[in-house]
């Protein structure tokens, strides 16, 4: 496979939500740190992700399988990739 060097890939792998399972943060919290985003504009991205204001504020661990796959791709949004591959997410 030959891509682009230019082409922006987002990649989900079956594990991806798991990953985030140990994160003590909110759900919040952890969107604007990790992505130097405004309180505003991060509520905006998971809103579009089905993630509320209450669930926003629960730590990421607490989060279930499925919620924590949609905060994977609330991440994966922002970085506007060209291209998703999804490894069997959950």
């Known amino acids: 496979l030959t891509v682009h060097r230019g082409v922006r890939v987002g990649i989900c792998s079956q594990l ?16 604007m740190e ?15 992700f089905g993630i509320n204001a209450e669930t926003a504020a629960l730590a990421v ?3 279930s399988g499925g919620q924590r796959v949609r905060l994977v791709f ?15 997410p959950e």
């Open 34 to 48: 990790t992505h130097a985003l405004r309180e505003v504009d991060a509520r905006g991205v998971l809103s579009q």
């Open 74 to 88: 609330a991440r994966m949004s922002i970085e506007q990739p060209h291209v998703l591959l999804l490894d069997e």
């Open 61 to 63: 661990s607490e989060l």
């Open 16 to 31: 991806a939500g798991e990953a985030l399972g140990s994160i003590r943060q909110s759900v919040l919290q952890f969107l």
